[in-house]
């Protein structure tokens, strides 16, 4: 794999395993679903949203105009699910609407529900209508699937803000594609580019950004107060 | 024969009544040319000498603790059409007259329920059960039964051979003649009927006949009034109900088999008539002599039989046939206009059709509060702008650009992809007095923030919220690891609301 690619050809069934303590895991699939969408033609129908009790709980729900800035203005169709098995049976329903232009599915944890034939399920409906499917895990432990594209999500540090360097920028991500039939597993720094619906990867090299090569000059809260008091 | 039936308007000032106090002066408004006027008002705002159709300012002048509520026309014409209908259990010919009144033909129908008498006090007796102030008369003309209900005596039944003497009584207002042909009547110096009675119908005819309003002439209300003139009731047809009874030879303990037909034949009555439903109901009834009923909704008129059975089938998983079942009903709930669609060349259905299709099949199982679609209001706070609420009689707006921004305002700062459902409390480990905390804790696990930008001040919405709400200064940070926050603290030290203000976890970015 070259050090710096955008994501060229995603499958239609990806499954990302995240934490719950962060928004990495659900923006990287916003990121890849706009990419995705962008080259599909007439992807403007809603999403489905489907959201098990547990997910929703821990992560909370999506947020329509934050998830508008990223370019998806598509109206969301979200299904708050009481067990896994409501929402596994809910997004196989919507994976076999066409009229639906993605899938989002999140289930906490492992659950029984979630075992190789329901995601081989999935993946089957999926591949039938054609509608992308995007299956989040958080909290997850990485089990059988037949997923052929496997990530698994955290925050990383942002680029940097080009109008306050003391406010978070771009956000990225630490994406470590686990599994995959496209090529060698490899872990990358990914971004979002909304500008040109493009997931950037970059090779996950220990760089630092511009503009910090004092470690604690990039504290100056931490400094200062730490000095007064 | 006649009834009318006035004073309808009260129904809706009655319920607002019910919040603040029945005896406080209350009008309901309405926009008039120069201004609101006064719609109708209730008896405690009758005394103090508010009129209808009195300018609201001038009511205000003579009552100044006088509240006031828009009056809901619309809804006040929706509930008259409804009444309309409701009244033909006592005869078959029955119309709304004004914006305030009913007219029933009860020609031929009052020995069914005891004579003339006992039909006027079983109406005002039902009407009184719904909370409906009713006055009623009885007159062999629809022109006489208006005037005698608004003029009149309580509960009035005048015969026809008596009808000339009583009419004469009566004030020319109850002519129904519009304010200018009053006014001029009454500059003239004609009081009562009987004034117009005695002027020579040529005279009449010569002063009134030429401005155009053939039947709104003193003369032809005059003539409708005593008879003379035909005055045609037009009943409006009631609405359409569609229901298919199918009863069976032997008791099924299965009856899912058999539905197709007469699902069927329901939704063949439909087309025909160009409708779809928006809610159906079966009734399967047992041999023992219950029923079980089941209802389901439709997030769009449909009249699709194979999306109807799907919807139903999950009645059938538990239901307890006893020894069978005998007859089934099935009933189209809430119809509406439903055009023939076309089919797509290729086969395929509308997206909109589909989408709909998904929604009641998502709903019937799951609930029809698990599926939501974002409910965007005009607010800077985040929880109600980006409120959802349930998509089962929202489905429309799912068409291409149908949430196009309606009622969402652009936030000016960016905001997170994930909002928890409640704000969660951090645990502030290391402040200072400006910008966010430096250390904090949540969910048990200790964050140190890198990078910050904010505040984005929102203030609480003083028309809503309840006194002592404190406001909020929204924060993005971003921690050692990298994660970023939507953290903010409620209120300031200082304003006089609390004491030191404690710091919240609000969202997620990506």
């Known amino acids: 794999m070259t050090s710096s690619a955008s994501d060229p050809a995603p499958p239609a069934f990806t499954e990302t395993f995240c934490s719950t303590r962060d928004g990495a895991g659900t923006g990287l699939v916003l990121a890849q679903m706009d990419a995705v969408l962008a080259r599909m033609p007439g992807g403007k129908g809603p999403v489905l949203w489907v959201q098990e009790a547990r997910a929703a709980q821990e992560g909370g729900v999506p947020c329509q105009r934050g998830i508008a800035e990223l ?44 075992d190789f034939t329901a995601t081989k399920r999935l993946a089957l409906r999926s591949r039938q209508s054609g509608v992308p499917f995007w299956l989040l895990r958080p909290d997850g432990v990485a089990d059988l699937s037949v997923a052929p594209d496997r990530w698994r999500v955290s925050a990383t540090r942002s680029s940097d803000n080009p109008w306050d ?39 996950a090299l220990p760089d630092r950004a511009l503009g910090e090569g004092d470690d604690r000059a990039a504290q100056p809260a931490l400094r200062s107060v730490g000095g007064g008091g | 024969m006649t009834t009318a039936q006035p004073s309808l308007p009260c129904a809706p000032w009655e319920e607002a009544a019910d919040g603040p106090d029945a005896d406080a002066p209350l009008v309901l408004a309405a926009p008039g040319p120069h201004g609101p006027v006064v719609h109708a008002a209730n008896p405690a705002a009758l005394t103090g000498g508010t009129k209808r159709g009195m300018r609201l300012t001038d009511a205000r002048a003579l009552t100044p603790e006088l509240q006031v509520v828009e009056a809901d026309l619309r809804g006040d014409a929706e509930a008259l059409r409804r009444l309309t209908l409701w009244s033909r259990r006592w005869c078959p010919w029955s119309a709304s007259d004004g914006a305030d009144g009913l007219v029933l033909d009860t020609t031929g129908s009052d020995h069914l329920w005891g004579g003339e008498a006992a039909i006027l006090a079983d109406m005002e007796m039902r009407l009184a059960d719904l909370g409906q102030d009713a ?19 309580l509960r009035e039944n005048c015969g026809p051979s008596a009808l000339k003497a009583r009419l004469a009584m009566l004030p020319v207002a109850a002519l ?14 004609i009081k009562r009927i009987g ?34 003139l035909p005055e045609p009731i037009v009943s409006p047809a009631p609405p359409q109900r569609f229901r298919v009874v199918h009863r069976l030879a032997e008791p099924v303990m299965d009856p899912q088999p058999l539905l197709p037909e007469p699902l069927g034949m ?49 009645h059938f998983e538990s239901l307890d046939a006893g020894f069978g ?37 998502l709903a019937v199982r799951l609930g029809p509060q698990a599926v939501q679609l974002p409910d965007p209001r005009e607010s800077h706070l985040p929880e109600r702008a980006d409120a959802w609420s349930p998509a089962v009689r929202r489905a429309d ?28 409390r951090i645990e502030v480990l290391y402040a200072v007095p400006e910008g966010p905390p430096v250390r904090f804790k949540w969910r048990r696990k200790p964050y140190v923030i890198r990078r910050h930008q904010g505040p984005e001040r929102i203030a609480p919405e003083w028309w809503r919220a309840r006194p002592g709400t404190r406001l909020r200064d929204y924060y993005k940070v971003e921690v050692e690891a990298g994660e970023r926050y939507w953290l903010f603290r409620e209120g300031i030290l200082g304003d006089g609301r609390g004491d030191t203000p404690d710091w919240f976890l609000h969202g997620l970015f990506a």
């Open chain 2, 266 to 314: 329901l939704c063949a009555e439909m087309a025909d008539a160009g409708q779809g439903l928006r809610g159906i109901r079966l009734e399967l009834y047992r041999t023992d002599g219950t029923a079980s009923r089941f209802e389901t909704g439709c997030s769009q008129a449909s009249r699709d039989p194979a999306h109807l059975l799907n919807l139903m089938a999950r």
């Open chain 2, 135 to 153: 006055r009623l008369a009885v007159a062999p003309t629809h022109g006489a039964a208006w005037a005698l209900a608004r003029y009149g005596d």
């Open chain 2, 195 to 228: 004034d117009l009675m005695l002027i020579p119908r040529a005279t009449l005819e010569r002063r009134f006949g030429r401005d155009g309003r053939a039947l709104m002439t003193p003369l032809r209300r005059l003539d409708q009034m005593t008879g003379d």
């Open chain 1, 71 to 114: 370019g998806l203005n598509m109206p969301i169709l979200r299904i708050a699910a009481r067990s896994a098995a409501d929402a596994l049976w809910a997004m196989e329903e919507g994976l076999e609407c066409a009229a639906l232009s993605a899938v989002v599915g999140e289930i906490w944890g492992n659950p029984k529900a979630l």
């Open chain 2, 397 to 424: 707006l799912l068409a291409p650009g149908g949430l196009g921004g309606g009622g969402m305002i652009a936030a000016s700062r960016e905001r997170p992809v994930r909002l928890l459902h409640a704000p969660e």
């Open chain 2, 325 to 361: 079942f005998d007859t089934l009903s099935l009933e189209a709930l809430r119809p509406e206009p439903l055009s023939a669609a076309q089919i797509r060349l290729d086969g395929g259905v509308q997206s909109d059709v589909a989408l709909a299709t998904l929604i009641d099949r």
């Open chain 2, 176 to 189: 129904r003649l519009d304010g200018a042909t009053l006014l001029t009547l009454r500059r003239l110096g």
């Open chain 1, 165 to 203: 360097a003391r406010a978070p920028g771009r956000a990225r991500w630490l994406a470590d594609l686990f599994r995959t039939r496209r090529g060698a597993p490899a872990t990358w720094v990914a971004g979002h580019d909304p500008a040109a619906h493009r997931v950037d990867l970059v090779a």
